[in-house]
């Protein structure tokens, strides 16, 4: 007689990661694609005109490849999120048929954009990559699950919203592809609020105090960001080093895409290094604090930087962008890291005062 099975535990809570993940990527994908926003027409035009045009004589290699790599993730990720579908195409199949939906009608709104072009050869390839996202998610997804489910039990807290939480530091990742800004300053409000930008009137030395204020106290609240995500209490001597050494990875690659790939460097000022250094002594010295403490010291950290980010003169390596980050997809990727990295703080903030809430009612 054959044993009984023993019912799986219910696994709800993974799942909400790739949902998270998938509507954060549908929304930069709806940023990207009609930034910047300006410079609406009027009239007429039929928005599905572009379906019946002839395929367009001139297209990049560049140009095909980014249309395809950029909607591979969002089919990936909706074919994760939505694999509870009955049938193993059909999540898949739905995950493709959204996707198509979405470039179909970022497509038709670029028809009244000048400075966009709606073009049938995008929507193609934007679908081919939402499908080879999709087959790739068939094709790894239960293994990946296996890996994440194993991987979350030993080093993820058991929290709630903790998805969230990681999801927002994706985002957070992100923003250090955008040159404009000082390392790990996030939340500057001044363009966006039409604020002066100080250039002038500070001297080297007040902007290289000013320049490790800011990383100082942004190494701090991201730290704590993630050490309050973790299992364990001295599980994040380890782990937070790596998150902020693949965070400088992401750093020198975008000098190296942004400048040139012999100054991948740049952004490691002296301003820099001495915000590197005193932000990670004051790391290790809260760390030992008990963990409930982590999200409020987290919030409050982050609060400082955003002031200190608003109040310092402007990036002057910002001054000397290439004309690379002003053409193409190359424009449109680092008006959506700069958007990224005004808007986190202000989504990263009710996060942590909800897990405030969290640790003490649980206490």
């Not at 007429?44 to 395809?68: E, Q, R, V």
């Not at 301003?271 to 004051?282: D, F, N, S, T, V």
């Not at 400082?304 to 053409?327: D, F, W």
């Amino acid at each position: 007689m054959p044993e009984p099975r023993t019912p799986s535990p219910p696994d709800d809570a993974p799942d909400l990661l790739p949902r998270y993940l998938a509507l954060a990527w549908a929304g930069l994908t709806v940023y990207g694609s009609l930034y910047p926003f300006s410079g609406w027409r009027r009239g007429g035009a039929d928005a599905f005109a572009f379906l019946s045009w002839a395929w367009p004589d001139y297209w990049t290699k560049f140009d095909l490849a980014a249309n395809i790599v950029i909607y591979m993730p969002l089919g990936f990720l909706l074919t994760l999120a939505l694999r509870r579908l009955p049938g193993r195409a059909s999540g898949v199949t739905c995950a493709v048929l959204a996707s198509a939906l979405l470039s179909l009608g970022m497509e038709s709104l670029q028809t009244w954009l000048p400075s966009r072009i709606a073009s049938n050869l995008d929507f193609a390839c934007n679908t081919l990559g939402a499908l080879l996202g999709g087959l790739t998610a068939l094709w790894v997804g239960a293994r990946l699950r296996l890996w994440w489910k194993s991987w979350r039990a030993r080093r993820i807290a058991p929290l709630p919203h903790v998805d969230l939480g990681l999801t927002l530091l994706g985002l957070w990742l992100m923003t250090l592809l955008s040159p404009e800004t000082l390392l790990f300053g996030v939340g500057d409000l001044r363009q966006t609020l039409d604020m002066g930008l100080p250039t002038q009137g500070y001297a080297p030395r007040t902007y290289h105090i000013a320049e490790t204020a800011v990383v100082t106290s942004n190494v701090l609240a991201m730290g704590l960001f993630v050490a309050a995500l973790l299992r364990g209490r001295w599980r994040a001597y380890l782990l937070v080093p790596a998150f902020f050494l693949f965070a400088a990875i992401l750093c020198s690659l975008s000098a190296a895409l942004f400048s040139a790939p012999a100054q991948f460097l740049v952004w490691m000022t002296p301003g820099a290094r001495e915000g590197l250094a005193l932000g990670a002594a004051l790391l290790s010295l809260t760390l030992l604090l008990p963990p409930r403490t982590r999200p409020p010291l987290a919030a409050l950290a982050l609060l400082i930087g955003v002031l200190l980010v608003n109040c310092v003169p402007m990036n002057p390596y910002s001054l000397a962008a290439p004309a690379r980050g002003q053409e193409g997809h190359f424009f449109n990727f680092n008006g959506l890291t700069r958007w990224i990295s005004i808007i986190w703080p202000f989504l990263a903030f009710p996060y942590l005062l909800l897990a405030c809430r969290r640790e003490k009612n649980g206490a």
